[in-house]
């Protein structure tokens, strides 16, 4: 049963152009969020984050929208990069289960110059 | 600072043998987690480790064990090797409680022949 989904395995994006990669999640106890970006042959670095309480979080190029009734989230990337190409998680946390981090399968993004 | 070290990057066994993967995270972090990467199925979370409590849990079968030591260093152990367990083994840090800053190791890349 897998709580968190990115349902698109992969998207290429022109380079200045919009990227938007989506996540939805079935667990309402959800109540923190991640996106978490790697690199081949590198471990995940995280990116940007967003309570619950909130509907957006903006940092530089990369915002995430969080809509709770419809448990679905989105990373905003604009302008999009050649080295923003890589496989992007979204992660989710309740937060009352310490630190047991529940992650999509992952998108990978190619941004073709 | 330094980062989360996972030792050693690579690993090639044969089925049936053991293996022990360790992980140092960052100075002063007290949380360890450990993640399996195979294609296809994202981070699959194994284990939480708390001063040297494990807090959490993922469904993998008890082949899988983990430890954690009083200066938080953390081994991950897989006894009885199958195939299947050939994949990128992430161990990620944080400072624990309500920080979600967690930062991933470059990971140790497992082959099982």
């Known amino acids: 049963d897998q709580q968190v989904k990115q349902n698109s395995p992969s998207l290429s994006v022109q380079e200045g152009r919009i990227s938007i990669l989506n996540c939805d999640y079935t667990n309402s106890m959800f109540d923190y969020f991640l996106w978490y970006k790697k690199y081949p042959a590198e471990g995940p670095t995280f990116l940007i984050s967003?309570?619950?309480?909130?509907d957006k979080n903006e940092d530089g190029r990369f915002t995430v929208f969080l809509n709770k009734s419809a448990k679905h989230l989105s990373l905003h990337i604009v302008p999009s990069q050649p080295g923003d190409s890589a496989v992007y998680f979204c992660?989710?946390?309740?937060?009352?289960?310490?630190?047991?981090?529940?992650f999509g399968p992952g998108t990978s993004l190619s941004v073709i110059p | 600072k330094a980062g989360v070290t996972q030792t050693p990057r690579y690993l090639i066994k044969t089925r049936g043998q053991q293996v022990t993967l360790s992980c140092s995270p960052i100075s002063g972090h007290r949380s360890v987690s450990w993640y399996q990467q195979t294609p296809g199925q994202g981070l699959q979370f194994l284990f939480e480790y708390f001063s040297e409590t494990q807090r959490n849990k993922g469904n993998f079968p008890g082949r899988f064990s983990g430890r954690q030591f009083s200066n938080s260093r953390s081994e991950m152990n897989v006894s009885t090797l199958e195939l299947g367990d050939s994949a990128l083994y992430l161990c990620?840090?944080?400072?624990?409680?309500?920080?979600?800053?967690?930062?991933f190791g470059s990971g140790t890349r497992l082959t099982v022949v």
């Open positions: 967003i309570s619950s309480i909130k």
């Open positions: 990620a840090s944080s400072p624990g409680g309500q920080d979600y800053g967690y930062t």
């Open positions: 992660a989710a946390i309740v937060k009352t289960s310490y630190d047991k981090v529940i």
